[in-house]
Structures are given as C-alpha cells and as structure tokens.
C-alpha cells in the first residue's frame, strides 16, 4: 500500500515562498508519475505541477510556470514543491499524487494515489 504525507504548508505574505514535501512510503513501480495538485474553495481540484521518475518528463501549469518548481530526493524518497513569489491566488489545498504507467503528469484522473493535503494561504 502507497501512503503520501504532505506537510510544509502555511500562511505567508505575497511574494513570499514555501515549500511543500511529500514523502512516500510503500512500493511503488520503477518509473511512476508524481504530482501536485491543488482545490481552492468552491474550485475544482487542477494541476500544479508534475514529474516522471523514469525521464527528465515536468509538468506545470501556466499559471506557476516561473514560480514553482517541482524536485524529488530519491534517497529519502520525497517530492517536493518549492513555490516562489506566491499570491492570493494561490490559496489552496495542496495534493501530493502519485500514479503507475501509463500516466499522464498533468491528469488529475491518471493518479490513483493522494495525500490528506497541506492548506497554503496567500495573503495580500
């Protein structure tokens, strides 16, 4: 059984940074997907960013090209999420997810594995 744990979350002011962690416990196959997503209230949830473990593969969407970057330490076996020049409307609950192949790194419907979320909170 896959478990993803996030934590990192928090309230900052805009133009501040945090980063998020997710650490996965369990087996997962050789090359998998692993993403970031995230639901503002009353919002669906959408992609924030992605990355193949088999390739140099990344996903991000528009509106935190620039801003986030996704990594993972393989060693301790956590992904991370280093977001940079934040802004209110990056108010959200963030999702770690994690899928097998086939995948695709920015469909929400691809990940079958998440995290109980972090809450992040941007304030102006």
């Known amino acids: 059984q896959v478990q993803l744990v996030e934590s990192g979350g928090g309230s900052v002011q805009a133009g501040g940074s945090l980063r998020l962690s997710c650490e996965v416990s369990g087996t997962l196959h050789n090359n998998y997907c692993m993403g970031w997503f995230r639901q503002a209230s009353g919002k669906e949830r959408e992609g924030v960013a992605g990355?193949?473990?088999?390739?140099?593969?990344?996903y991000y969407a528009d509106s935190v090209k620039g801003r986030f970057t996704i990594f993972r330490d393989r060693a301790k076996n956590t992904l991370y999420l280093q977001m940079n020049d934040l802004k209110p409307e990056d108010t959200a609950m963030y999702y770690c997810a994690a899928a097998g192949v086939p995948c695709s790194l920015g469909s929400i419907h691809t990940y079958n594995y998440w995290g109980q979320g972090t809450q992040v909170t941007v304030s102006s």
């Open positions: 990355i193949f473990t088999g390739g140099s593969s990344e």
